[in-house]
């Protein structure tokens, strides 16, 4: 199976930076995702990594590292709307069609 | 094109009874899944088809669920004789493309059942 790893909750001031951090254990990995959520809503895309670096995507940049297994989502000059929850996502090449498994969501509350 | 549909948006049933939930997907994304979230924590995969074929189906899916796509376009999912452990928010969500594209899902907005 895979283990995906981030955590649950995290504080962070606005027009901060902040860092959620993603490892995951799978075999056959073949790519990252990263959504938000905003509570009582659909999951929206953010961002894909299939390669080691960096993608950078205005606010939002997201890193992969492949051979540590772990990736993080950075968001800069947080806003309010930025208070979500962020949903790191890895597909495998075993899995059927294009299908993600999700780690459990790392919940960020951004504070005046 | 206006996403992926999911109706109703919220259900409340009382323990055993059947529901039935329907999902459009994007018209032209031949793949569509099945997903459960629980509060505070991620999606957790159900099935999944690729146009009206199940290709997929988790362990978590027991007896009691069915999902059908009759003809490679919307779907559907039916619990039946519910319980207290169903309730939960059932994400469908839709994709285009071979596993190599770095094409995310494209979620609908859920429904959410609460069985009492």
């Known amino acids: 199976g895979q283990n995906i790893d981030q955590p649950t909750e995290m504080t962070a001031t606005e027009g901060a930076i902040v860092q959620i951090n993603c490892t995951y254990q799978t075999s056959g990995f073949n790519g990252l995702f990263w959504y938000q959520q905003h509570a009582g809503e659909a999951p929206t895309f953010l961002s894909y990594?299939?390669?080691?670096g960096l993608e950078e995507k205005g606010r939002f940049s997201s890193f992969l590292s492949r051979s540590k297994g772990y990736s993080y989502l950075l968001l800069k000059e947080l806003q309010m709307k930025d208070s979500a929850s962020y949903l790191c996502a890895v597909r495998t090449l075993k899995a059927a069609g294009n299908k993600l498994t999700f780690g459990g969501g790392t919940r960020v509350l951004v504070k005046p | 094109d206006t996403g992926v549909s999911q109706n109703p948006r919220h259900k409340i049933t009382k323990r055993g009874q059947n529901v039935t939930f329907r999902c459009d997907p994007i018209?032209?994304?031949?793949?569509l899944y099945w997903y459960r979230q629980t509060l505070g924590q991620g999606p957790e995969f159900l099935t999944y088809f690729q146009n009206e074929a199940q290709l997929e189906k988790s362990r978590l899916l027991s007896d009691r669920f069915s999902a059908e796509r009759p003809k490679g376009s919307f779907s559907t999912l039916e619990i039946q004789r519910t319980e207290q452990g169903d309730s939960a928010m059932y994400l469908c969500a839709s994709s285009l493309g071979d596993r190599s594209a770095g094409n995310g899902y494209t979620f609908g907005s859920g429904t959410r059942l609460t069985v009492v």
């Open positions: 990594n299939v390669l080691d």
């Open positions: 018209s032209e994304h031949n793949r």
